[in-house]
């Protein structure tokens, strides 16, 4: 009986949303389930089974051996090769090589891409839809992890039903619900050891964070998932007034005057100014989104730019966005000629006067704060761990020239704090235990050879501010782990 309820929600679920049912007309709908051998995906697999013959879908699965975890994902593998073949499915299986050579030190967001790459695969071999597994749970632990960065009403929308030819049947399902499912179906799965590991922020989320608030109240998932459905009915009536408003206030480039070649959108201030502050930040978001994350810092930086009237705003190293003379627009700056090559996304000239962020490949981003406060006021309201974090600016820039942020080069060498000799920075991170796969990714701080900060483990011996020091340098650090 419990098992005809959650069939029942999804079905209820599937025909509100429009999500099984075939996009042109006269076209069976060929449905491929993402299945991962977890109970997620094993329940996904049989509900979508046992919706078949109403709906009327072609459907067949498909799993993804990134080759990540050694014997354990070809475990996994095998299992859902065996359940495949005794519900009647046909299965497709993708291993990583396939889809080119797998980096050294691959890590959960290139597994991610890959995943995607490979679906994305399947629809251009003749796969409508690709139905993924997400649940209730997946969207609670997404609205946090983005409240907790900072996110407008976009992105507190979550995990939206569908998107692009992506489903999520199973959003109104908890795991608790999956894992029911499969029990009284006699269902099997498989479970993933790094989800048990506090490694990734995801997990801390899933492991703490929810548990605690469902100790507070039970429903609190639910409660989650509930919010995002309503954030993303708002954000989606916001979204068509954006359009609106930019639509109408749209100019051609030569009609405002403007006659760098580089404008290559413009719109008058008028009308961006006057809307309801809702509006405009979801026509700034619309605007930032193709360009780069739309963070709410960058979408309310645009809104401040637009109310202010004049100056400019640098979203990317080639797109920016100006106000003047009563207008606002974008701005691209040209490719650079081959010879004249920019800085790579993994180095990074160190100029924290005039620039705070610094982005890295696998989702770390580097902020860097220079204050003149008074040292023991400040310390006072920063948490101890923090601390490691904190230099004397000047005493860098004396004893060190030629700063650059980037990610580790053969010859590195470091001396953490505490220590009176220096190490190569290889040896450090095999007795400091960093993941093989995180290695090459980590940010650092460094001049020449001489690491001076490496991200997680704080500046070298010799760089902590004291008593003395007039100008304290901050850096913080974060790892973006978004799903979708």
């Not at 507190?156 to 199973?170: F, H, K, V």
Request: glycine share 8%; charged share 25%; hydrophobic share 40%.
């Amino acid at each position: 009986m419990e098992n005809e309820t959650i069939l029942a929600r999804v079905r209820e679920y599937c025909l509100r949303e429009a999500l099984l049912t075939p996009g042109a007309p006269l076209h069976e709908l060929h449905l491929a389930a993402a299945v991962s051998g977890g109970a997620d995906s094993m329940a996904l697999l049989r509900i979508l089974l046992a919706l078949q013959p109403e709906f009327g879908f072609v459907l067949s699965a498909c799993h993804v051996n990134h080759g990540l975890r050694g014997e354990s994902a070809h475990r996994d593998e095998a299992f859902v090769r065996a359940e495949c073949a005794r519900l009647g499915v046909p299965l497709r299986v993708f291993h990583a090589e396939e889809l080119g050579p797998v980096p050294e030190h691959a890590g959960e967001d290139w597994a991610r891409r890959l995943r995607y790459a490979c679906f994305a695969r399947l629809c251009r071999e003749g796969i409508d839809a690709v139905a993924t597994a997400h649940t209730a749970n997946d969207q609670a632990e997404t609205l946090l992890l983005r409240l907790a960065r900072g996110t407008g009403m976009h992105g507190a929308a979550g995990i939206r039903p569908r998107r692009g030819p992506y489903l999520r049947p199973l959003l109104p399902l908890t795991r608790q619900d999956t894992e029911s499912f499969c029990r009284a179906a006699g269902q099997r799965w498989v479970t993933d050891e790094t989800n048990e590991t506090d490694a990734y922020a995801r997990n801390r989320v899933r492991r703490a964070a929810l548990p605690a608030l469902q100790s507070t109240n039970g429903a609190a998932v639910e409660n989650l998932a509930r919010f995002c459905e309503k954030a993303a009915r708002a954000d989606d009536y916001f979204a068509r007034k954006a359009q609106e408003l930019l639509s109408a206030a749209r100019l051609d480039g030569t009609q405002a005057g403007i006659r760098a070649p580089d404008a290559c959108r413009v719109w008058r201030l008028g009308p961006l100014s006057a809307a309801d502050a809702p509006v405009l930040e979801a026509a700034m978001h619309s605007l930032t989104a193709p360009v780069r994350d739309a963070e709410e810092k960058y979408v309310q930086l645009l809104c401040a730019l637009v109310r202010r009237g004049s100056g400019a705003v640098q979203l990317t190293g080639r797109v920016r966005f100006c106000a003047g003379n009563g207008f606002f627009w974008q701005e691209e700056v040209p490719e650079l000629p081959q010879r004249q090559t920019a800085p790579q996304p993994e180095s990074w000239p160190f100029v924290p006067e005039k620039q705070a962020e610094y982005g890295f490949a696998g989702g770390w981003k580097v902020t860097a704060e220079l204050f003149t406060a008074d040292f023991e006021e400040k310390i006072q309201v920063v948490h101890k761990k923090d601390l490691k974090n904190q230099a004397d600016y000047a005493r860098i820039t004396t004893l060190y020239a030629g700063l650059v942020l980037r990610t580790r080069q053969p010859g590195d060498v470091y001396r953490p704090a505490g220590r009176s000799v220096h190490n190569r920075l290889r040896k450090w991170m095999n007795e400091a235990g960093i993941p093989a796969q995180m290695r090459d990714q980590l940010p650092l701080l460094a001049a020449g050879s001489e690491v001076l900060w490496v991200c997680g483990a704080g500046f070298a011996e010799g760089l902590a501010p004291d008593e003395g020091t007039a100008q304290v340098l901050q850096m913080e650090m974060e790892h973006r782990e978004e799903l979708s």
